[in-house]
């Protein structure tokens, strides 16, 4: 089974400029999520969706936002982008059996200039 | 509020040394569940074990195993024979969610982890 995929690997912006992250789960899995990790903050959650619906929302400003398909992959968009935005994006999927974990993919590197 | 904290930043040992990686938590929750994560240089996180609050077995899978102690809040991880390719940032999480789709990791900062061959 293939794991989580994200595009793309890695993104040069400068700021001011917006972007859009994808994330393909794990084939059958219906719950993305997406981290933000940073040298300087660690690994933070952004938000959750499952079923095409937001289900919870970290502590980032208005500026991060995401969606979730039918399909359920799932993009993030960060518009204006900052130099505090540079991070590594990591996306992850759950199955529907509550016991397994979560499977993260490796991540979209951006560096924001 | 959660909070996860992993006290030891950097660890190195000889490869085929024995090593364990600490890690405490808080919560007022009384179910939630308490994960492991390995970060290789590739960057992606890569899941070890998820364990529920109402579970206190230790686990072992080959030569990792996990001691949860409710009482003492901690959740720490030992390698057994340790080897080169363990090298790696090693993550503990806690989730206080139960509901299916609705599930926030707190991390702790991370342990970097060095074996020397």
């Known amino acids: 089974k293939a794991g989580v995929t994200q595009t793309p690997r890695y993104l040069i912006k400068t700021r001011g400029q917006q972007v859009t992250l994808s994330c393909s789960p794990i084939?059958?899995?219906?719950?993305v999520s997406w981290y933000q990790q940073t040298p300087g903050q660690g690994l933070q959650f952004l938000f959750e969706y499952f079923s095409e619906t937001q289900r919870n929302k970290g502590n980032f400003p208005g500026r991060f936002s995401g969606r979730q398909f039918s399909n359920s992959r799932s993009e993030m968009n960060v518009s204006t982008l900052e130099l505090g935005d540079s991070a590594l994006y990591l996306c992850?999927?759950?199955?529907?059996?509550?016991?397994?974990?979560?499977?993260f993919g490796p991540g979209t590197r951006l560096t924001v200039l | 509020a959660q909070k996860v904290t992993q006290a030891q930043t950097e660890i190195s040992v000889v490869e085929k040394e024995d090593v364990t990686l600490d890690c405490v938590y808080e919560?007022?929750?009384?179910?939630?569940?308490l994960f492991w994560y390995k970060q290789p240089p590739s960057g992606e996180l890569v899941f070890l074990i998820r364990r529920n609050s109402f579970d206190e077995q230790n686990e072992i899978s080959g030569r990792y195993s996990w001691n949860f102690q409710k009482s003492t809040s901690s959740f720490n991880f030992t390698i057994t024979a340790s080897q080169v390719v363990d090298s790696a940032v090693y993550f503990c999480a806690l989730s206080e969610s139960t509901n299916f789709g609705n599930e926030k990791l707190t991390f702790g900062t991370g342990t970097r982890l060095t074996i020397i061959p």
């Open positions: 992850a999927s759950s199955p529907i059996i509550a016991e397994a974990g979560k499977f």
């Open positions: 919560t007022r929750d009384t179910t939630y569940y």
């Open positions: 084939s059958g899995h219906r719950s």
